[in-house]
């Protein structure tokens, strides 16, 4: 066991479902403390697991609010902490911080960026967050989307955030240990809008492709059976398939 954990805050797709929040993955090793998109419900589930100032970053793969939303409620709980006002580092592709401040006054969009430092990333950069090194890859979505692969010494967890099937998909996930991806649809719902997410067929087959070694499906419809999609992804990938759910735990 390596020490890296993933914390499930949110596994709704598009909307939240029956005690299910939107988008949100909290990965811990070594005492850092990284988290995978923040959709609108997920920072309650956080703030089970941890409190919100224990934060070093916080990834915003795209702007779309079912992966962005709870950034709104993070800088208010980071702002106003009892221990006094906090901050937090988060990345996002070009313009993240510019749209998520449309619904703010100018002298809170001032604060929000004091509180949630906003830094640039594209795909192919690499940060360093604690033991963690963060490689970010496009994912084929309608809106620039990053994907996101967190390696430590002893193990890699792999994040497709919102895509379609694509060879940097495929690329993010290679041998990683845990892959966390985008299974929205199921393959009798065609037709489907094209390069928008994946069914769990092409999520299994994007999990085989990549050798990954576990396999978990999220950004399941809310009107969908997640069962159902995970089975889907089951007859196209060798692998163990797991189904995300809120405030799951998987030790890595």
């Not at 598009?14 to 923040?38: F, K, N, P, Q």
């Not at 969009?109 to 033991?131: C, D, H, M, Y």
């Not at 069914?199 to 070694?213: D, L």
């Not at 990938?237 to 189904?243: C, D, F, R, T």
Request: proline share 5%; with cysteine.
């Amino acid at each position: 066991m390596s020490g890296l954990t993933v914390t499930v805050c949110g596994s709704a797709g598009t909307h939240v479902g029956s005690g299910r929040a939107c988008s949100s993955y909290l990965v811990t090793a070594g005492g850092h403390r990284l988290l995978l998109d923040i959709g609108n419900g997920s920072l309650a589930n956080t703030q089970r697991v941890c409190d919100v100032a224990a934060l070093d970053a916080v990834l915003v793969s795209h702007q779309h609010p079912d992966h962005f939303v709870d950034v709104y409620s993070l800088y208010y709980a980071l702002r106003f902490h009892p221990e006094g006002q906090k901050t937090v580092a988060a990345y996002g592709p070009d313009g993240t911080a510019e749209f998520i401040s449309q619904l703010l006054a100018t002298d809170t969009t001032e604060r929000l960026r004091e509180v949630v430092r906003f830094e640039v990333v594209a795909s192919g950069e690499t940060v360093g967050i604690g033991p963690m090194q963060v490689t970010f890859y496009g994912a084929n979505h309608p809106v620039p989307t990053l994907a996101a692969r967190v390696e430590t010494d002893d193990a890699v967890v792999a994040y497709s955030a919102d895509s379609a099937p694509s060879d940097e998909i495929v690329a993010c996930a290679r041998d990683a240990d845990l892959f966390i991806c985008d299974a929205t649809w199921l393959e009798r719902m065609r037709p489907l809008p094209h390069d928008i997410h994946m069914t769990g067929a092409e999520a299994g087959r994007a999990a085989a492709a990549a050798g990954a070694k576990r396999l978990l499906i999220t950004h399941v419809l809310p009107s969908l059976d997640p069962v159902e999609v995970a089975a889907e992804a089951a007859r196209e990938y060798p692998g163990e398939v797991l189904i995300a759910r809120d405030l799951q735990e998987i030790q890595l």
